[in-house]
C-alpha cells in the first residue's frame, strides 16, 4: 500500500527528495515517518510528522539536513534530504502507523512499510 520513489546516486553534499506514494486514504488518521537500513546495521527511525501534520520529529543525524512533510490531497510523504554525507547511504523505507506518540517518539507501532528505495552517497 506504500510505494517509495525518488532514490539514486549522489555525491557528497547533494540532494534528493523521496516520496511515498500510498493507496487510497492509507494515510488519513496517520503518522508518516521514514526509516532507513544501511548494511549490517539496524534499521534506525530518521524522520517522523504526525497525523495532523503539525509536529515533525528527526533523528539527531539527520535534524537540519532531512525534512520531512505531507501532502495530505494527494496521499503522499515526502523526505527532503541536503547536504547528504555517505553514511546517509542505506535503503529508505517509509512506514505510516495510528499512535502518533508511538511511532514519531519511540520509532514503534508501523502498521504498513514500503518496499524500500536506495539511496547511495558516493563520489
Known amino acids: 500500500q506504500l510505494v517509495e520513489s525518488g532514490g539514486g546516486l549522489v555525491q557528497p553534499g547533494g540532494s534528493l527528495k523521496l516520496a511515498c506514494a500510498a493507496s487510497?486514504?492509507?494515510?488519513?488518521?496517520?503518522?508518516i515517518a521514514w526509516f532507513r537500513q544501511a548494511p549490517g546495521k539496524e534499521r534506525e527511525g530518521v524522520a517522523c510528522i504526525s497525523s495532523t501534520g503539525l509536529t515533525t520529529t528527526y533523528a539527531d543525524s539527520v535534524t537540519g539536513r532531512f525534512t520531512i512533510s505531507r501532502d495530505s490531497a494527494n496521499n503522499t510523504g515526502y523526505l527532503d534530504m541536503s547536504s547528504l554525507k555517505p553514511e546517509d547511504t542505506a535503503i529508505y523505507y517509509c512506514?505510516?502507523?495510528?499512535?502518533?506518540?508511538?511511532?514519531?517518539?519511540?520509532?514503534?507501532?508501523?502498521?504498513?512499510w514500503g518496499q524500500g528505495t536506495q539511496v547511495t552517497v558516493s563520489a
Open positions: 512506514a505510516t502507523g495510528r499512535l502518533d506518540y508511538s511511532l514519531c517518539a519511540k520509532w514503534q507501532k508501523a502498521e504498513y
Open positions: 487510497g486514504n492509507t494515510f488519513v488518521g496517520r503518522a
